[in-house]
């Protein structure tokens, strides 16, 4: 189990990654979308951390506020910081956040094609994601280009490297993404959805090699998925989202052995198992909200079972995070009265 | 579940004891498929040339009973979506045989197989690209009553009750009628495509992916649906889905593509305690699992799948398999009853099982 790093490590660094109550905002015709409204978490160098949730609680657009991607306006930084060992980014200018996107921080999509150009053969875009950060000649770009590929498991990587994005299957454009996304060794990759498009086959050769390629390269994983399966097979920590908020956080087997937070347990008891054919699932009433539906009180309210009239007038504040396990709900089993274990996070997965 | 606000009017309606377990075993299934064949044509010059194209589906040959589920798993590009279209004839298939209650169905002329059409529904991945996104949601699951005669929804005022007792079935409320389908969330639009699946009244209805797209919460929501609606009006479904929980959790039986052919056919428990077929092993131990420190070590297949283009001789599985001999390499291994204990319902196409 994890507890959560103060401010800085014993050696005095800061944490990779300290996002603090983050709250990305949009300005639509519409009125304004919160989309995430109040968003914290931590990652350290070599940790895996697992955001869940459902479509449109606010997983990508948290993400895409750390690499600065989404256009303002719409989009606005309504309040919080995210620092990136000790900088908050959001205090950058562009020119220096170039400097940062795909080298210190790079980021891999569901789909790679949005991230790769159809037409220029994929070690040339490797080998100009690297020479765009760093002074090497061409020839050597090059090699480093067919260094990656072979990195990353590509059988034959000099054939390949001369080949285009859309001469290869769906397992090998995620894998020459992962290569262009680790071309410059970042500290930080923020993989979201990255198997989500993929056959379970290649998606389990995918997340063996995420996690042989931190093992070799020590970077920190930010896991982005929709899948109680994927978190828990690679992650270390995880944080649920619901509706722009984190709702709980806790370490993997904390999470699964004790959930907390009533949408954490009804996600889990929705979930068919591999167990065997059943009777009923248990289904979570309603859907989930829109943004712009969002009223006062907990947003998960209207579909929980535990509501009372406190949950539906006010918005249950995130507690117990000095535990390792905490929760956004007024009527969870408070995370305090569980024990503590007293130790840091000590780097690579066991 | 939604109580129906309007009196079941139609036959179908009266809850039925699963027909499965009370056919007379003379009956013949409600569907029975064999040496299925669908070879695309493809031009340019990646298909120029060879014979028979994308072998799509390859001799696959399966039966499906009243009240039943069937599952195709497999990665993509395997055949699934194939077998299901040219089973509805939503494409024509290359060869092979379809019978539904005994008689064939490929072959047979418009005016024929349009009988059969309304006993054969299919529902997607995606509704919304099947749902023509100008018609109101009443009138998008009108639209097949309209096309079929039947006393059930003859005259205005039936139709309409039927509308609403269709719309209660599926979850969906009164005021839904009125919708576009762009103003449904994904759940909402798989209840619209299965209430217009149901509309007819079916006796079979194959599923394409149909809570891939869902959120977990929504897609237990829409398993329940579909189990209910089987255990109601005796429904089967030949299902497909690339979550192997939900299969585990939906299916009677399960058969295994890969690459056009079914490599492995079993009854749902079976197939999942005791696979046989080195890629079924490969895929289930692929699925990841959501319980911490569950799976500690895992056989995965070799590289991708290879096209079905150009597909490999012998075994089609064997670029892949860590197991290949030789004779793998030589010849195809026929789909033959493994084990004594099944009576000829557990296959395998493996030269290495017996
Ligand atoms: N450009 C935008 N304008 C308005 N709303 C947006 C925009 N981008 C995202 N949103 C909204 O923000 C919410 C969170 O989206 P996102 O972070 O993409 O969710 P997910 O958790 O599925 O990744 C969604 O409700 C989405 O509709
Ligand atoms: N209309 C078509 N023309 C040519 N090839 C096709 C066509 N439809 C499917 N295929 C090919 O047939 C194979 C099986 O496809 P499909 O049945 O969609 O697989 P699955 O549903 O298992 O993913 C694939 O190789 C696919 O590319
Ligand atoms: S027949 Fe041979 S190649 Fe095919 S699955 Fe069996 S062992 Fe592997
Ligand atoms: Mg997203
Ligand atoms: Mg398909």
Redesign the interface.
């Known amino acids: 189990m994890t507890v959560p790093s103060p401010q800085a490590d014993q050696a005095g660094r800061p944490p990779l990654l300290d996002i603090r109550d983050l709250r990305t905002h949009f300005d639509t015709p519409d009125g304004t979308v919160r989309s995430v409204d109040g968003v914290s978490y931590r990652l350290e160098a070599r940790e895996t951390l697992g955001i869940v949730g ?2 449109g609680c606010g997983k990508s657009v948290t993400a895409l506020s750390v690499l600065r991607l989404l256009p303002t306006p719409p989009a606005r930084f309504a309040g919080g910081e995210i620092r990136f060992q000790g900088t908050d980014l959001l205090g950058l200018s562009e020119r220096e956040m170039r400097r940062i996107r795909g080298n210190r921080i790079s980021m891999i999509f569901q789909e790679p094609m949005t991230s790769l150009n159809p037409v220029l053969t994929v070690g040339r875009q490797i080998a100009e994601a690297v020479t765009l950060h760093q002074k090497i000649g061409r020839r050597q770009a090059w090699q480093r280009a067919v260094e990656m590929l072979r990195l990353v498991q590509i ?1 034959d990587p000099e054939r390949r490297a001369g080949e285009y994005p859309h001469q290869m ?4 454009r995620q894998r020459v993404m992962i290569a262009l996304a680790l071309a410059c060794h970042p500290d930080l990759l923020i993989a979201d959805e990255p198997t989500t498009a993929l ?7 995918i ?2 090699l995420l996690r042989d390629l931190q093992a070799k390269l020590g970077m920190g994983i930010v896991m982005i998925t ?8 690679c992650c270390d920590r995880v944080v649920v989202m619901y509706a722009g908020r984190k709702v709980e956080e806790a370490s ?2 904390d999470l ?1 052995e004790r959930p907390l937070h009533p949408y954490t347990r ?3 008891a ?9 009777g ?5 009433p309603g ?2 909200p829109a943004p712009q539906e969002l009223g006062t009180g907990c947003a998960f309210a209207p579909r929980c079972p535990l509501a009372t009239e406190r949950c539906r007038r006010e918005t249950p504040d995130f507690t117990g995070a000095a535990t390792g396990h905490g929760v956004a709900c007024f009527e969870a089993a408070p995370a305090r009265h569980q024990p503590v274990v007293l130790h840091r996070h000590a780097g690579a997965r066991p | 579940m939604i109580p129906p606000m309007i009196a079941p009017t139609s036959p179908q309606a009266e809850p039925q004891p699963n027909p499965r377990r009370t056919a007379t075993p003379s009956a013949p299934p409600l569907l029975e498929v064999s040496d299925l064949t669908k070879h695309f044509l493809v031009g340019g010059k990646a298909g120029r040339g060879r014979a028979g194209g994308v072998k799509a589906v390859d001799g696959v040959s399966f039966a499906l009973d009243r009240g039943e589920t069937l599952s195709l798993v497999g ?2 590009g395997c055949g699934k979506t194939t077998t299901g279209k040219s089973v509805l004839r939503l494409i024509e298939p290359t060869a092979g045989s379809v019978r539904l209650e005994g008689e064939e169905l490929l072959g047979l002329a418009p005016s024929r197989m349009r009988s059969h059409r309304r006993d054969m529904q299919i529902i997607f991945q995606d509704p919304y690209a099947s749902l023509n996104p100008r018609l109101s949601a009443a009138e998008i699951v009108a639209e097949p009553m309209r096309n079929f005669a039947d006393p059930a929804w003859r005259g205005p005022g039936a139709l309409r009750d039927r509308l609403a007792w269709l719309f209660a079935k599926v979850g969906l409320r009164p005021e839904a009628m009125a919708k576009l389908p762009g103003e449904f ?1 994904g ?1 909402q639009r798989q209840r619209l495509g299965i209430a217009r699946a149901l509309a007819l009244k079916p006796k079979l209805i194959v599923c394409d992916e149909p809570v891939s797209a869902l ?7 829409v ?2 649906l579909l ?1 209910d609606l089987q255990a109601e009006f005796g429904l089967s479904y030949l299902f497909v889905a ?5 299969v ?5 039986r399960v058969a295994v593509m890969y690459l056009g052919r079914i490599v492995e056919i079993a009854e ?2 079976r197939l ?1 305690t005791d696979p046989q077929h080195p890629y079924t092993r ?2 289930l ?11 500690t070590t ?1 056989v ?2 070799i ?2 799948p290879p096209s079905a283009l150009n597909p490999p001789a012998g075994c089609r599985f064997h670029p892949r398999c860590p197991m290949a001999r030789p004779i793998c390499r030589e010849t195809a291994p026929p789909l033959i009853p493994h084990g004594s204990a099944t009576g000829g319902a557990h296959r395998v196409a493996c030269h290495l099982v017996s």
Not at chain 1, 199 to 205: H, K, L, M, N, Y
Not at chain 2, 242 to 246: K, N, Q, R, S, T
Not at chain 2, 285 to 294: D, L
């Open positions: 459902e479509s059988a299957s769906g397992g090998m056959d379970v086959t290649i998606q389990a050769q997340l063996e929709h899948d109680l399966g994927v978190v828990a097979e993997v087997a699964f009804a996600l889990m929705s979930m068919p198992s591999l167990q065997g054919r059943g009923r699932l248990a289904e979570i859907m989930v | 990665e993509s969330s759940g959120d977990v919460s929504v897609q237990a929501q398993v329940n189990m690339h979550d192997l929980a939900v585990r959790h939906i299916s009677h749902c428990e999942f490969m895929l131990s692929a699925a990841p699992i959501p319980a911490p420190g569950a799976r895992r995965l297949p590289g991708d």
